[in-house]
């Protein structure tokens, strides 16, 4: 319906500023006259307003009119005035007070719910003057179009009798007169690219998720993380993988390199590590998903949050091959013995402006400074407002739905530092309530937040203890450390109990070791080999092997989380570069040609997997109990840390570590067995006094108990 426009040469625009306060701007060339105003609604009431001020300048003016009551929300609104007539914008009363409390909408269970005799359409939009449903049937290729029917708490919604499902729907959605056209925000199912949400039956996807066989986790500190993406694991045109880049490529069995070794799923067995850290594997938006091989993107562009990723569909077209493909990888790896960690990104979307969340609900799902600015505190463009209420709602059914439907086994928070404390506390408390072995850990950097409650940065650690956290002191000081810089000995030494114990120089950072995800690179940071040739100028292939060899062996023998990023074991390169988000195969793909070359690094890292979980005093230990029977002491120019006491099978255990140039040698007090080594001294297998400790290397030796 058409009520006209404003005058020539002028503009005018009406806002809700305070909820019995609306604001006139004009912008004219107009000698200002006296001015009138009636406030329309629903396109029938009219009602004249209240102009309490009127002031103009220089072909500017404003002008306030008061309301008797506050505006109710819900309603089409336009305000006619001498000048024209316009709608008057109600965006700003997701900001007035008790609007969250008056939209509290927590308990409604939103999106489309599937029953084979009718669905219901629930779609949180408080400011929406009408919603209707655009919805098509499947096979069907024709349209049709529903009312829906608004609440006092801002839930629109429908019952649609009859099957709808794999039906395929969008909304659109009025606020402030402007029409937009969305996909739902808690839609499960979606077509390719996010076009359109689709309607899932849950009750075809009822699949064993095999999680009874998974040996439970007495602490985080038994975990051992391998992390890296679904196309990066499978890629690769060197192994004999079928389903390349895909969700299926990573539980192929009996799956080899062109050399014969092995690839894929057999490969994960054979290192033997416990948890697969995959990064995003929800619905991202910058790979064409009919069209994946056109593009590259980690995934931390969210798009849709309970949706997965379509590019990594056997046939993306199909909006359910996702799921069952998803649901299957998942499954298949725990009927294998690995657990599941899932990256998600609940601190930021790709482009708010074109979100199902703006458009739905404008100027309410994302985080302001104080000046009113869109916090861009993630460096992304947005930063989500997890501590509202309905946005934390959001989230959380998310993070529960990954947990019940696809049976992830823990999350691994982007940012987590910019989401608040009691957001993820939900998470955690559910997802512990499913499985007491779930994980949650994530990134705690300090980034601000522009927040006024607290967040789940390291600096409140203490108010997250269920929770673990990158440990980036110990990943500089390591990757310094076992790069040659001797001078940070003393500092690998407070990082190797956890960063959790008081020293002269350093306070705690953690509550324990299991607090701390020991790492020295992940996806998004330098390799390190990369780190020691390019930023240490180590030129020397042998040398730069061995470092690897060592600072990997320093993460598996210290105290805390080992995390382990695939590649990181045969010393892999991304040719200097560090943050290759968007950068292609060749910089990120597991290279498969290099395992080849370098497979005795891998079975050197098996067997550190293997050790570390032998000693389980690594694992299983208080802190308490850590400081009473462990010792670590300068050593030459490396360290030695001894641990005596009642260790099962040993009296007395020995880790060397040597980051020099040249070897050293130490005396034992009695002859050991040698564990594990690397480099050119004694084989493993045999007993010695006195041990030599090769440059650039790490050596375990222990003394067995004696038979009674």
């Not at 799956?255 to 067995?269: D, E, I, N, P, S």
């Amino acid at each position: 319906m058409c009520f006209g426009k404003p005058m020539k040469d002028t503009f005018i625009e009406a806002k809700l500023v305070s909820p019995k306060l609306i604001r006139i701007a004009f912008l004219t060339s107009l000698p200002f006259e006296r001015f009138y105003a009636t406030l329309i609604k629903d396109h029938r009431e009219e009602t004249n307003l209240n102009v309490t001020r009127f002031a103009s300048s220089q072909g500017n003016a404003i002008a306030e009119a008061l309301l008797e009551t506050p505006l109710e929300l819900g309603h089409s609104y336009f305000v006619k005035s001498n000048y024209g007539l316009v709608p008057l914008s109600v965006d700003e009363a997701t900001d007035f007070e008790g609007f969250d409390e008056k939209f509290d909408a927590e308990n409604e269970a939103l999106g489309s719910l599937y029953e084979k005799d009718g669905t219901l359409f629930s779609l949180y939009a408080p400011l929406a003057s009408s919603v209707s449903l655009k919805i098509e049937k499947q096979n069907e290729n024709v349209f049709s179009l529903f009312c829906l029917s608004r609440k006092e708490n801002g839930v629109w919604s429908i019952f649609l009798q009859g099957d709808w499902k794999n039906a395929q729907y969008v909304y659109q959605v009025v606020n402030s007169e402007v029409l937009r056209e969305t996909i739902d925000p808690y839609a499960k199912a979606s077509t390719a690219n996010g076009e359109r949400s689709v309607v899932l039956c849950e009750d075809d996807f009822l699949l064993p998720q095999w999680k009874e066989g998974l040996k439970p986790l007495k602490s985080y500190t038994e975990a051992i993380i391998y992390e890296g993406s679904v196309r990066d694991l499978t890629i690769s045109q060197n192994t004999n993988i079928i389903h390349k880049g895909k969700y299926l490529g990573l539980i192929e069995e009996n799956r080899h390199t062109k050399m014969g070794h092995k690839a894929g799923l057999a490969y994960f067995q054979e290192l033997g590590f416990t948890h697969l850290q995959l990064l995003p594997i929800y619905d991202f938006k910058t790979v064409d998903e009919l069209h994946p091989e056109k593009g590259y993107n980690w995934g931390y562009d969210p798009s849709q949050y309970f949706v997965p990723e379509g590019s990594y569909a056997s046939h993306p077209e199909d909006p359910l091959s996702r799921i069952k493909d998803a649901k299957a990888m998942i499954d298949i790896l725990h009927k294998n013995g690995f657990r599941l960690i899932m990256d998600v990104v609940f601190n930021h979307v790709y482009d708010w402006q074109t979100s199902s969340f703006e458009k739905t609900v404008p100027n309410f799902y994302f985080r302001k400074k104080e000046n009113g600015q869109l916090s861009n505190a993630s460096g992304c463009g947005n930063v989500l407002y997890s501590e509202r209420p309905m946005v934390r709602k959001l989230i959380v059914e998310a993070a529960k739905w990954w947990i019940d439907f696809y049976g992830v086994d823990g999350f691994r928070f982007d940012l987590m530092g910019l989401i608040d404390v009691e957001t993820v506390r939900k998470i955690e408390e559910y997802g512990k309530s499913q499985d007491p072995s779930f994980m949650v850990y994530g990134e705690g950097w300090n980034m601000g937040g522009d927040s006024k409650v607290a967040l789940s940065s390291m600096d409140n650690a203490k108010m997250l203890p269920g929770f673990a956290f990158f440990n980036d002191g110990f990943r500089e000081v390591a990757k310094r450390f076992f790069g040659g810089d001797l001078s940070e000995r003393d500092a690998f030494r407070y990082c190797y109990l956890g960063s959790s114990e008081q020293t002269s120089t350093s306070h705690p950072r953690f509550l324990s070791p299991s607090q701390s995800l020991n790492y020295v690179e992940c996806h998004d940071n330098k390799t390190y080999y990369d780190y020691l040739h390019y930023t240490k100028n180590i030129s020397d292939e042998k040398e730069l092997l061995a470092r690897s060899k060592l600072v990997l062996g320093a993460i598996l023998f210290s105290f805390g989380i080992p995390f382990i990023h695939a590649g990181e074991e045969i010393g892999q390169t991304k040719y200097g570069k560090d943050n290759t988000y968007n950068a292609g195969d060749d910089f990120n793909e597991f290279d498969y040609s290099l395992l080849d070359s370098r497979y005795s690094m891998a079975l050197y890292f098996k067997d550190c997997f293997l050790l570390r979980k032998k000693l389980s005093f690594l694992s299983n230990a208080s802190l308490e109990e850590i400081k009473t029977f462990t010792q670590i002491e300068n050593i030459s120019s490396g360290l030695r840390i001894t641990f005596s006491g009642d260790l099962e099978e040993f009296k007395e255990v020995n880790v060397f570590f040597n980051p020099s140039n040249e070897p050293f040698t130490c005396m034992l007090d009695a002859d050991q067995d040698i564990l594990l080594m690397d480099g050119d001294a004694l084989p493993v297998g045999i007993k010695a006094m006195s041990v030599l400790v090769p440059k650039c290397s790490m050596l375990v030796v222990a003394l067995k108990k004696a038979i009674s």
